[in-house]
């Protein structure tokens, strides 16, 4: 099991950059593949970027491609989303996710379902 605490959510105007942080408990998170979600008022859950056990697989969501980077530090089991050019669109409630795999390696979850552990969220709120 794996419990996940995220940090760095804040109030940044439009153009500006937050870096979110992940850590997780427990002595195996590289045996988790992990993500990043948010959550808009009045919306769905909606992914965001997700990375394979080593970090040397990513994979973003569209609406945050060239502008996000997801990476991770397992010595530290530490998740990380670096978030430039922010817009208010951007706007919405953050969460870290894990999945335990035990597949070769390069396996990447893009769906809310596919994901069984999940922190509390950080708020991020990008002015115009």
């Known amino acids: 099991q794996v419990q996940l605490v995220e940090f760095g959510g804040g109030l940044v105007q439009a153009g500006g950059s937050l870096r979110l942080s992940c850590a997780a408990s427990?002595?195996?998170?590289?045996?988790?593949?992990m993500g990043w979600f948010r959550q808009a008022p009045g919306k769905e859950r909606e992914f965001v970027a997700t990375?394979?056990?080593?970090?040397?697989?990513?994979y973003y969501g569209d609406s945050v491609k060239g502008r996000f980077t997801i990476s991770r530090d397992n010595a530290r089991n530490a998740l990380y989303l670096q978030m430039n050019s922010l817009k208010p669109d951007d706007t919405a409630v953050y969460y870290c996710?894990?999945?335990?795999?035990?597949?070769?390696?390069?396996?990447?979850?893009?769906?809310?379902?596919?994901?069984?552990?999940w922190g509390q969220g950080t708020q991020v709120t990008v002015s115009s």
């Open positions: 427990g002595r195996t998170f590289s045996s988790y593949v």
């Open positions: 990375a394979t056990r080593s970090g040397s697989g990513t």
């Open positions: 996710a894990a999945v335990r795999d035990s597949s070769s390696g390069g396996t990447l979850y893009r769906e809310v379902f596919q994901y069984n552990y």
